[in-house]
């Protein structure tokens, strides 16, 4: 068993509420320095096998048509994760 | 029929004693779907049947949409809202005869409202799509809309400009699109229901609804159908007074597709 990582990220001018929540946190436990967090998704898609370049290839293409809206996503990252 | 009923005379629960007398109405069938964690569908029915339509409930896992003339897609958090709202239902198999009906030249009138608007967008039979509101609250209270076009199969029953007041509740509220689709939506007309006063989630262009190019897709996030019997309803109206809980502004959106569609018959 193998696993691809796919990463998907609001795109930068939409509004991350989470982000904003968690920033305004930061400061609260003592840490100051961080001006702004974004939070985005980590999906992890396990294969049987090997990672090939077909499951990469059928991996992006859940990360365009599931993973991701592309009205207010970005797909910033689809790898094999290495164990 | 319940304009007449003074506040005291309410009655706790709907009646439905008194028949349609239209029998041409009630044969227009229009499908409500219900997903896991649909909240919305009963209250979607009920405004089809008190328009004088028949209701029909679809189940998201049917490909059967049962011969009806029109779909509401209802709101609620379908799948919890998981991924992303709609996403999930955007996939279900009743969808896939929604979209295929909605695109062919019958041109089946599809209504989304709320998280049935999201499940639209994610289908792409609209475009754009619905974030957090910006304030990053729920909000739940009763909004002035104006009805931008009347055109499409959803709001021909209303005139062009005219206001109405309908529940708003949700925290995914806030449309988005890119600079073009705004400016074709707006160039077009497409742009069918608008927020009046304080936009309540930082929609762009204080956009509450829009359509599709041919008008017979119509989505939009707040609730005509919690809007349609005098004592359930808001405690205004966007055409004068109303009784207390007397805001019956939403029926028009059932009536409007149930004349057209007995006009065109």
């Known amino acids: 068993m193998a696993r691809i990582v796919v990463d998907v990220m609001l795109k930068p001018e939409i509004l991350d509420p989470q982000g904003k929540a968690i920033a305004n946190e930061l400061p609260r436990i003592g840490l100051k320095n961080f001006t702004d967090v974004r939070q985005g998704k980590r999906f992890e898609l396990t294969v049987d096998g090997e990672v090939t370049e077909e499951l990469l290839a059928q991996a992006r293409e859940a990360a365009a048509e599931l993973l991701s809206n592309p009205v207010i996503e970005d797909v910033i990252n689809v790898e094999a994760l290495e164990d | ?265």
Not at chain 2, 22 to 47: C, E, H, K, N
Request: proline share 6%; net charge negative.
């Open chain 2, 1 to 265: 029929m319940a304009e007449s009923l003074a506040p005291t005379e309410v009655p706790l629960v709907g009646d439905f004693s008194q028949p349609t007398t239209d029998s041409a109405l009630s044969g227009v069938r229009v499908g409500v779907i219900t997903f896991p964690g649909t909240l919305d569908d009963r209250d979607a029915a009920r405004a089809v049947t008190l328009a004088g339509g028949t209701a029909v409930p679809l189940w998201h896992d049917s490909t059967d949409l049962q011969d009806v003339d029109a779909v509401v897609v209802p709101g609620g958090f379908s799948y919890g809202d998981y991924l992303r709202a709609g996403a999930i239902a955007a996939k279900a198999p009743i969808m896939e005869k929604v979209i295929e009906a909605a695109n062919s030249d019958a041109a089946l009138p599809v209504l989304g409202i709320c998280n049935g608007f999201q499940v639209l967008t994610e289908t792409h039979l609209l475009p754009g799509s619905m974030i957090k509101n910006d304030h990053r609250k729920f909000i739940c209270r009763d909004q002035v809309l104006r009805i931008d076009n009347n055109e499409t199969a959803w709001t021909s029953d209303f005139e062009k400009g005219q206001e109405i007041v309908v529940p708003l509740k949700n925290q995914d509220g806030q449309y988005v699109a890119d600079a073009e689709t705004l400016e074709e939506l707006e160039a077009e007309g497409r742009v069918v229901f608008r927020y009046v006063g304080v936009n309540p989630n930082g929609s762009r262009n204080d956009i509450a609804g829009i359509a599709n190019k041919r008008g017979n897709v119509v989505g939009l996030m707040p609730h005509p159908e919690h809007a349609v019997e005098p004592g359930f309803g808001p405690d205004s109206s966007g055409s004068g007074d109303v009784a207390l809980r007397g805001g019956a502004d939403g029926l028009g959106v059932f009536t409007s597709v149930l004349n057209k569609l007995v006009s065109a018959r």
